[in-house]
């Protein structure tokens, strides 16, 4: 494993970047607004080292997720759902490999013990119940993360972050929009549940820390992908004296490689 070294340029406090012990988002900093690291690209807060793993966390079930929409769905509106699933967060997945490195940040390799249950329960079904409750389920934890994304958008000061955040601003609603569209969205029950979720324990809303060693779980974009990733490269390029030194000691996301700091945050679901 690997960790990114930029050239005195990342002054990181590492005691707020260890992985914060399995704690629930209600337990860490209640703003987000504390500043852990200050980078080449702008200051990193709590909550905006939160947001990246969220990110990541969301991929790692809406992906499995959209594979088994394309194989159970039995309307063409649903199979066209689970298809952007897969493009939409294979690209978003690709930039919080590149990023988490850059800002110190390690990622998960699985996603919280609620988001496994969503994938656990629509694995488990078929037919127009499999359907509804895909459609519902989804956009419901789309639109819980959504008011999340534009807050971080409006209020980062880091560069990478905010690329970050315009990519998942359109990933989401790109996500929420082919759910509405398959015509079994519940709005009553989806904008309740996702305005008012349930109390879980904060262990519930955690993804686990990764293996140490463990290779990263890296999502494929499909063949016929349209969704693409943040030109980062483009971004850091006319910062001069960058260079990524590995260390054999680390265990940062990126690339293959990955470990996993923060916690999913947020609201209790992630989208």
Known sequence: MGTLFVGGAL???LAALVYPSMLGVSTVSKSGDRIIANTQWGPLTEGE???VVKVRAAGLWEYPLGQIGVQKGTSPAVVTAGQHLIDGHAALDTTCRKIAPMLNITLPNVASPQQQAFVSQLSAENGSKFDTDYANILRMTHGSIFNTIAKVRSTTKNTLIRALADQANDTVLDHITVMEQTGLVDYNQTVFQQTTP???????LTPPPPIPGEPMVVLTPPPTATATP???DKIVGAS???TAVPNPGGNNGGGNNGGNNGNNGGNNNGG
């Open 240 to 242: 001069a004296g960058v």
């Open 11 to 13: 002054s990181v406090t």
């Open 49 to 51: 080292r939160d947001f």
């Open 230 to 232: 943040v030109d980062i």
């Open 198 to 204: 349930p109390k879980l324990p904060d262990s519930d």
